[in-house]
């Protein structure tokens, strides 16, 4: 079992860099392939970018390439998210997930543990 916690959202304008972090418990982070997904209202939920668990490989939704970055430092048992020229459509709950299996999925159903969530909000 591991516990996710996200942290780091906020309102950023248009343009702007905002970096989410998602800090896990437990001492078997790095066997975990972990995810950033996000929900706006009335949308599903969708994936923004995975991480393999040395952090050797990456993959990311094609809406954020060349603007959002995926990190990990097992040493800390953290994720990070870094998010660049933000755009209002980025708008959504962000959400860190941990993987069991060995594959960079971004498919949700592939995700065994969920964090609460953070708030990002990118104003025009």
């Known amino acids: 079992q591991v516990q996710l916690v996200e942290s780091g959202g906020g309102l950023v304008q248009a343009g702007g860099s905002l970096r989410v972090s998602c800090a896990a418990s437990?001492?078997?982070?790095?066997?975990?392939?972990m995810g950033w997904f996000r929900q706006a209202p009335g949308k599903e939920r969708e994936s923004v970018a995975a991480?393999?668990?040395?952090?050797?490989?990456?993959n990311y939704a094609d809406s954020v390439k060349g603007r959002f970055t995926i990190s990990r430092d097992n040493a800390k048992s953290t994720v990070y998210l870094q998010m660049n020229s933000l755009k209002p459509e980025d708008t959504a709950v962000y959400y860190c997930?941990?993987?069991?299996?060995?594959?960079?999925?971004?498919?949700?159903?592939?995700?065994?543990?969920w964090g609460q969530g953070t708030q990002v909000t990118v104003s025009s």
């Open positions: 997930a941990a993987s069991r299996g060995a594959v960079v999925t971004t498919r949700l159903v592939e995700y065994d543990y």
């Open positions: 437990g001492r078997t982070f790095g066997s975990y392939v």
């Open positions: 991480i393999s668990r040395l952090g050797w490989s990456t």
